[in-house]
């Protein structure tokens, strides 16, 4: 799986002066953002998922699903489905027919890994700022606090004023970029517990590597 990353950032002190403070709209957007996340039953997504390499001067892009709980998530790309429930986390790659159960390392900040960062990760460790604001849409960009962090700028498209999530796009120091293009966006949905859980006996042929 492809990971994220970035290219050009702006001047030393341009950054400084971005990152001095946080934007008290671009916040109170986010926490109303956030909210209606985390108080619906579920999140569920469908979208496409862009990454461009600009070193290497390429693009690929992929179609997938997630569904999102508190902790536990369920996210489908074509190569690859993961489940998480909160402590073990079962990657399965259909190709292989092979399964691989680990515990995730919290510190993991990709949207693979940890999905539902996108409500929260402006809490901690980032500054944000209301780039644009459209009669139909926000696009509020997240600075991380630490500037030696990999990750350079993420960027969120809220639509208005509903609080749709329309897109999620972070850039990393080695100039990959990786956009989520959001197609469906529902907040209705109570999933059964189970869903987060790998169903073996659906997948009674694959091979299981255990990590933990």
Not at 75 to 89: A, C, H, Q, R, V
Not at 179 to 184: M, S
Not at 185 to 190: M, W
């Amino acid at each position: 799986m492809k990971k994220v990353i970035l290219f050009v950032f702006m001047s030393i002190l341009l950054t400084f002066n971005a990152l001095s403070q946080n934007d008290p709209k671009a916040v109170t957007i986010l926490d109303k953002f956030s909210s209606a996340a985390s108080s619906a039953p579920s999140v569920s997504m469908k979208f496409l998922l862009v990454t461009v390499d600009q070193m290497q001067n390429t693009k690929d892009s992929l179609t997938g699903s997630v569904i999102l709980c508190k902790d536990s998530y369920k996210l489908e790309l074509p190569d690859n489905i993961i489940w998480f429930n909160g402590e073990t986390s079962w990657s399965y790659l259909p190709d292989e027919q092979e399964v691989t159960v680990t515990k995730p390392n919290k510190k993991d900040n990709s949207f693979q890994s940890q999905p539902s960062l996108i409500f929260s990760m402006y809490k901690k460790g980032y500054k944000s700022r209301l780039v644009e604001e459209k009669q139909d849409s926000y696009t509020i960009d997240l600075y991380p606090v630490d500037i030696k962090n990999d990750i350079i700028r993420v960027r969120l498209v809220i639509e208005k004023p509903s609080l749709v999530l329309k897109s999620f796009e972070y850039k990393k120091r080695d100039g990959i970029i990786i956009t989520l293009l959001v197609n469906d966006y529902d907040l209705k949905g109570v999933p059964a517990q189970e869903i987060f859980t790998f169903p073996q006996g659906k997948y009674k042929d694959a091979d299981i590597n255990d990590m933990r």
